[in-house]
């Protein structure tokens, strides 16, 4: 620790006496300064021990005394050297009265020591307080290293604790607690997600200081370029002092390599997922399995799920790109295989980024295998466990962020490896409808579980729907019959003629004659399965025409 005005009193060779401010002896001395003006301390930074001999100064005057030590206290001064035999064969009363009722530590220098004795002996114990801060930094980071290469990054937290006598937390990308120490920690740190969340909004690297006196808390942002890969948290009860803030830039430098993979490790890794799920397109999931050996664990055996996502702005240019790998059969060179061909690059970029080291930090905290692969920053395909972390992650994102963020996302049902062509069909299947739907995720199993019809809900649709019924409408308009209602209620009944009139209350003669009126008129028989369907879902989507209003009598 620096040295403090009790240190420089138990040094033996300056024979110094403590004559007020008994009780402030351990303030830390930044500095010895010796200065004869009457007002200091424009000249003075804090910290100082101020050494006089009081020759510009009425060191007789209590009103003079007061004001001065007033000035030295509001100064921040850590403590004054009187020197006696000099001008004064002992300090006057009314300084040492000012002194103690200001609480300033007033030290008495006898005649044979002189003032450059008292700032030899400051600068020295400064200069060892330094050395032995960086002396313990370096062990430190010994001990950080050995740490973080043989145990890991909860190891490497307990001994920066430890180190800081306080408590340590490491976050991932996405803000979330991987691991702190001591266990209790865990709590305490995750009440600082949104302090960590402006955190990863700036340029890495980063840093901030939250909490209060006694609960003080720096943030550091872990990761190179532009890029926050996580967060380090270190809270202590009082500033860090010069061995401290070694020991936590170590533990920052060794976690940033740690959480930040390299580039070519990164595209390598993406290569071979992307290789493995064309594979398993491709309908061969043995090969995909010997290419990936452990690297996935027991995902390509056991049930799982494919996502697709993609961003909003480039499903908007290209409404149609999510269904063209629908007719993609397994092993053929279609869309299906072609969306992973590109997936090398890495989703870097916002918004799919995000997603992305969102599901990758889902699986990394619940221990889970995931295979994702970019496609540039417009597509990304996810293959994760059905029923785990990775999709429940996913789930979440989509209703807490993709939609702001600009996100669609389809969702195929539980498949295995033999049918992951399938899967990968269901997915955009998925996406497609998402897309119309403006819903930021779709499940497969619904478009499966509910209607047709939502999925008609479509302007080209409405327009075919429009102009297949127009002419019936127009006919109807007119007061020449009901064809359109007609029409319903016989398609309702599947053509029964009995029960279709007794809906309408007519005749089924006058039925009969309707039907060939809408024959005629469509010129289309209804006879004609195909037509017949056609006409109901018409039915079903079109928007009736609005019937005009009154006219208005003159």
Known sequence: ?????????????????????????????????????????????????????????????????????????????????????????DIPEALVEAARAAG?????????????????????????????AVTAGFEAQRELTRAALTEGPTALLARLAGYVDGWAALYDATGAVVAAAPEWAARRAARLTADVERLRERPAPASAVVGDADDRVELQSLGTGRRVRGALAVGTEAALGTAERYAVHSAIALLTLTTERSRALQTAEQRLGAAVLRMLLSGQPD??????????????????????????????GSSTAGTSGSGTSPGASGAAAAAVQGGTDGAAG????????????????????????????????????????????AEGYAAREAEEAGVIIGLSAPSGPIATAGAYKQAEQALSVARRRGRALVEH????????????????????????????????????????????????RHGQWDAAAADLGVHRHTLRYRMRRVEEILGRSLDDPDVRMELWLALKTATPPTPPGPTASR
């Open 350 to 393: 916002h918004p799919l980024g995000t997603l992305a080291e969102a599901v990758e930090s889902a699986a990394a905290r619940a221990g889970e295998a995931v295979l994702v692969v970019p496609d540039g920053e417009e597509r990304l395909a996810v293959l994760a466990a059905d029923g785990g972390a990775v999709v429940r992650a």
């Open 104 to 132: 300033l530590p007033l030290l008495e220098v006898p005649r044979r020591t002189p003032f450059l004795a008292i700032s030899k002996a400051v600068s020295a114990a400064i200069a060892a307080d330094q050395y032995r």
């Open 1 to 89: 620790m620096p040295p403090t005005l009790a240190s420089l009193i138990q040094h033996s060779a300056l024979n110094l006496t403590v004559r007020a401010g008994e009780d402030r002896l351990r303030t830390p001395v930044r500095w010895a300064h010796a200065s004869e003006l009457a007002d200091p301390v424009p000249y003075m930074e804090g910290g100082e021990l101020l050494l006089v001999t009081a020759t510009t100064l009425d060191a007789e005057s209590p009103e003079a005394m007061r004001r001065y030590v007033r000035r030295l206290v509001n100064a921040g001064v850590a403590g004054l050297g009187f020197a006696v035999g000099v001008h004064y064969e």
């Open 287 to 316: 090969h995909a399995r010997s290419v990936a050996g452990e690297l996935y664990g027991s995902l390509l055996d056991a049930p799982f799920r494919l996502l697709i996502a993609e961003s909003a702005e480039s499903a908007s």
């Open 445 to 492: 199993e619904e478009l499966a579980a509910g209607s047709i019809l939502p999925l008609l809900a479509d302007d080209a649709v409405r327009a075919f729907a429009d102009g297949m019924l127009r002419a019936l409408y127009e006919h109807d308009a007119k007061g020449r019959g009901d064809l359109v209602a007609s029409l319903r209620a016989w398609l309702s």
